[in-house]
């Protein structure tokens, strides 16, 4: 089978022009098919701001209302999208930028939520791995924005972790896929504050002796338990890390690297 | 040789909801491979001065300083590409958005022109119809933002008129294409006041006598000259006129078409 690299960059690079024009020199330099899903960063706050609309949070979470989603819609698919692709144009990659509307890439269903109503929020219902596969078969790096779309014309805003894993298991089928999450910290860490204290490897079994001891931290364990799931459906091995370590994550000397046994 | 539609739409049917739909919809029926080009619309112009930024412009043109290049990213390749493929989703058909950096498909430079600086405008050097090509025989429909790109990593703002002409040229050589350019207008007109005086068809040779004795208005020959010279490159027909009309337009009972004989 072809190996597959999916990619998730969170905004704390994307927030940062120097960052993010060396980690899209690295990514470019990643052999064979590849995938790059982006958060949105603060950008879309800001824009927020700007433009005077109210941003609503329940629970922590965004509540994407018809501006909100004009918004995301504009600086995910419009302003880090398209700088993004045209990044990694310029480092010789041939970099495709996506949302789940375009091909039908990702389609899915407005979340109902008993109690809550997260407006104009994707829970993903499907990924177009035919149409994806063939795009890869042209050479072309997707470069994915948290933007789906429910087949009725509705655009919706879905959590960029959630792509990248849906991709990842949905394409893992056809390629030994490794997902890496790439995020501010150095990787699972046994002390949140010190970045040296890195677990180089996890197991489904490392993974539950850890956390019964309650060594790995609280804020850590639904990332970590979406990982696992990710494993069980598919996916060869999910990476966890800085990226500004990309090459080092793929090569497994750094970040933590989870894998089945 | 397949068939090609390339239309363009302008900005007034981009800026009505309801028009916008049902254009759509009636482009989603068009058989056969396809493309979209869309203009912006005052979408851009109303989001600078919701952000407070002074538009300059010099001989009718915008000037593409860095803030109106981020604004027409945003809203150009966001907004109004995401808009019109979801739509097409809606209604059947496989739209897949793409700036002219998505795949390296419409390489650009910066233009340089004595006397004026426009900015970030982009004239186009090559159109990678390879990749074009590739993905219309994926079955794709490509909607196509009036972003281009430098190659170095450099977003320009380009013209969609020019977008629509040069893709269309440049697969001429593949597809029998027909060309679309929609307007406000029911096409070229005898009296420019009165929809009813269009001309429905014109030829190199009968625009000549036309434009001698003066009976076509003088906005209108920039379009026909540009027009000409995109049949003179390989297109097989340009047709000209209103975009509630398409379906009359590609059946060639409205509007104008323009052939060589």
């Known amino acids: 089978m072809n190996k597959l690299v999916v990619v998730k960059i969170g905004g704390n690079i994307i927030d940062d022009d120097e960052k993010l024009a060396a980690f899209l020199e690295?990514?470019?330099?990643?052999?064979?098919?590849?995938?790059l899903v982006h958060g949105g960063g603060k950008l879309a706050t800001r824009m927020a701001e700007d433009l005077g609309i109210r941003q609503e949070m329940v629970d922590g979470r965004r509540i994407t209302d018809k501006d909100t989603l004009k918004i995301v819609t504009m600086v995910y698919a419009g302003t880090i999208?398209?700088?993004?692709?045209?990044?990694?144009?310029?480092?010789?990659?041939?970099?495709?930028?996506?949302?789940?509307?375009?091909?039908?890439?990702?389609?899915?269903?407005?979340?109902?939520?008993?109690?809550?109503?997260?407006?104009?929020?994707?829970?993903?219902?499907?990924v177009n791995t035919d149409l994806l596969q063939s795009l890869l078969h042209l050479g072309l790096t997707?470069?994915?924005?948290?933007?789906?779309?429910?087949?009725?014309?509705?655009?919706?805003?879905?959590?960029?972790?959630?792509?990248?894993?849906?991709?990842?298991?949905?394409?893992?089928?056809?390629?030994?896929?490794?997902l890496v999450y790439s995020f501010e910290k150095a990787g699972v860490l046994l002390d949140a504050a010190d970045?040296?204290?890195?677990?180089?490897?996890?197991?489904?079994?490392?993974?539950?002796q850890l956390r019964e001891t309650g060594a790995i931290y609280a804020g850590m364990l639904p990332k970590l338990q979406n990982a696992f799931i990710a494993l069980d459906s598919g996916v060869r091995q999910v990476i966890i890390g800085k990226a500004e370590s990309l090459s080092e994550l793929i090569a497994g000397t750094a970040g933590t690297t989870l894998t089945h046994d």
């Open 81 to 126: 999208n398209k700088t993004i692709v045209s990044g990694l144009q310029a480092a010789g990659c041939a970099a495709l930028g996506l949302t789940g509307a375009d091909g039908n890439a990702l389609l899915a269903h407005k979340r109902v939520s008993a109690g809550t109503d997260y407006g104009f929020v994707g829970d993903i219902d499907r």
């Open 26 to 35: 690295t990514f470019a330099r990643i052999d064979g098919p590849k995938i």
């Open 142 to 178: 997707l470069v994915v924005a948290p933007i789906t779309h429910d087949g009725h014309g509705q655009l919706l805003n879905t959590n960029a972790d959630t792509i990248a894993q849906e991709l990842a298991t949905s394409l893992g089928r056809s390629y030994e896929t490794s």
């Open 195 to 208: 970045d040296s204290t890195v677990i180089p490897r996890l197991t489904p079994a490392s993974f539950r």
